[in-house]
């Protein structure tokens, strides 16, 4: 079992920043592809980004290219996203994932583990 924690939510101003934090536990971190999904009210959970094992490749969703960075810190078993130029249509909850899978074929479908969320609110 994995228990994925995240913090570093809040509420920013529209062109603010953030920087969310995924801490994990309970399993080896190095072998699991990991990332963030956002839900905001009423409506679907969606991909926000995803990282690989070692960290070297990463997909975003294309909303948030160019203004969101994933990285990973296996060292620490951490995940972070620093969110740049937030925008009021950012807000959501964020959901930190992981799978027991290759980064191809990480997924809503495909993830063993999810964090409890973080509530992130940009006001225009």
């Known amino acids: 079992q994995v228990q994925l924690v995240e913090s570093g939510g809040g509420l920013v101003q529209a062109g603010g920043s953030l920087r969310l934090s995924c801490a994990a536990s309970?399993?080896?971190?190095?072998?699991?592809?990991v990332g963030w999904f956002r839900q905001a009210p009423g409506k679907e959970r969606k991909f926000v980004a995803a990282i690989g094992f070692v960290g070297t490749t990463i997909y975003y969703a294309d909303v948030v290219k160019g203004r969101f960075t994933l990285s990973r810190d296996n060292t620490k078993n951490t995940l972070y996203l620093v969110m740049n130029n937030l925008q009021p249509d950012d807000t959501a909850v964020y959901y930190c994932?992981?799978?027991?899978?290759?980064?191809?074929?990480?997924?809503?479908?495909?993830?063993?583990?999810w964090g409890q969320g973080t509530q992130v609110s940009v006001s225009s």
């Open positions: 309970g399993h080896t971190f190095s072998s699991l592809s």
């Open positions: 994932a992981a799978a027991r899978v290759q980064l191809n074929d990480f997924s809503a479908y495909t993830i063993d583990f």
